[in-house]
């Protein structure tokens, strides 16, 4: 069982390339997300996903995309990089979405470091 | 807005105390608190999460208790060793918006031998 997997660890790219993270789970998880994690400024949501093809914008969207065709699989997509872009970028899923109904705890992958030049 | 707030934000302690996190929060209609470990260079490992009807959940050594009324949590850690230092980060679901975490910057532990 490998939980919340992410690839690549580490990336530099120069800017306007575009590139995909990839994140795959193996738990049949229903909700997945991407986070951004900057010093200083916490862990802020980018996309989420309730289940295979729905996908809803999370607080800094610009600048991303997310498509989600499976269950297992939730890749982010920088259009065109910027050096704003340049973070940590984490993927975490949970069996049921964060809502009042659905406690259950989110599972995270061990990040992608981006560094955009 | 929901703003949660984790004081200290560094703490060395020597091995074997018994210590506490802090968590605090805006708004008290929230549905459940998270506390997470993030270790250098990984991911947040969940350790505890609260509903919002409970008080406390424990596990091991770890005990989190939630006071909705005030506006607090606390990570209390008993016995502390070495392979506890770390990052703990607490995050609370906002009541009423089923998506979306609002997650404190994070208290750095550093358990001294």
């Given at each position: 069982?490998?939980?919340?997997?992410?690839?690549?660890?580490?990336q530099v790219l120069k800017t306007g390339q575009s590139m995909t993270l990839?994140?795959?789970?193996?738990?049949?998880?229903?909700?997945?997300?991407?986070?951004?994690?900057?010093?200083?400024?916490?862990?802020?949501?980018?996309?989420?996903?309730?289940?295979?093809?729905?996908?809803?914008?999370?607080?800094?969207?610009?600048g991303y995309?997310?498509?989600?065709?499976?269950?297992?699989?939730?890749?982010?997509r920088l259009l065109s990089a910027a050096p704003s872009q340049t973070s940590?970028?984490?993927?975490?899923?949970?069996?049921?979405?964060?809502?009042?109904?659905?406690?259950?705890?989110?599972?995270?992958?061990?990040?992608?470091?981006l560094t955009v030049t | 807005?929901?703003?949660?707030?984790?004081?200290?934000?560094?703490?060395?302690?020597?091995?074997?105390?018994?210590?506490?996190?802090?968590?605090?929060?805006?708004?008290?209609?929230?549905?459940?608190?998270?506390?997470?470990?993030?270790?250098?260079?990984?991911?947040?490992?969940?350790?505890?999460?609260?509903?919002?009807?409970?008080?406390?959940?424990?596990?091991?050594?770890?005990?989190?208790?939630?006071?909705?009324?005030?506006?607090?949590?606390?990570?209390?850690?008993?016995?502390?060793?070495?392979?506890?230092?770390?990052?703990?980060?607490?995050?609370?679901?906002?009541?009423?918006?089923?998506?979306?975490?609002?997650?404190?910057?994070?208290?750095?532990?550093?358990?001294?031998?």
């Amino acid at each position: 069982n490998a939980g919340v997997t992410q690839t690549p660890k580490f990336q530099v790219l120069k800017t306007g390339q575009s590139m995909t993270l990839q994140c795959a789970q193996d738990m049949n998880h229903e909700y997945m997300s991407w986070y951004r994690q900057d010093p200083g400024m916490g862990l802020r949501l980018i996309h989420y996903s309730v289940g295979a093809g729905i996908t809803d914008q999370g607080e800094v969207p610009n600048g991303y995309n997310v498509s989600r065709s499976t269950t297992e699989d939730f890749p982010l997509r920088l259009l065109s990089a910027a050096p704003s872009q340049t973070s940590v970028y984490f993927c975490a899923s949970s069996y049921r979405g964060q809502g009042a109904t659905y406690n259950s705890p989110l599972h995270f992958g061990n990040g992608t470091r981006l560094t955009v030049t | 807005k929901q703003e949660v707030t984790q004081i200290p934000a560094a703490l060395s302690v020597p091995e074997g105390e018994n210590l506490v996190l802090n968590c605090s929060f805006t708004d008290s209609a929230i549905y459940n608190l998270q506390w997470f470990r993030q270790d250098p260079g990984k991911g947040l490992t969940s350790l505890l999460l609260i509903q919002s009807s409970q008080r406390e959940q424990t596990s091991g050594r770890l005990n989190a208790s939630l006071d909705k009324s005030s506006g607090r949590s606390t990570l209390y850690i008993a016995a502390s060793q070495p392979g506890d230092s770390a990052t703990y980060l607490c995050a609370v679901g906002r009541a009423g918006n089923n998506r979306k975490l609002i997650w404190g910057l994070g208290t750095s532990l550093a358990v001294n031998p």
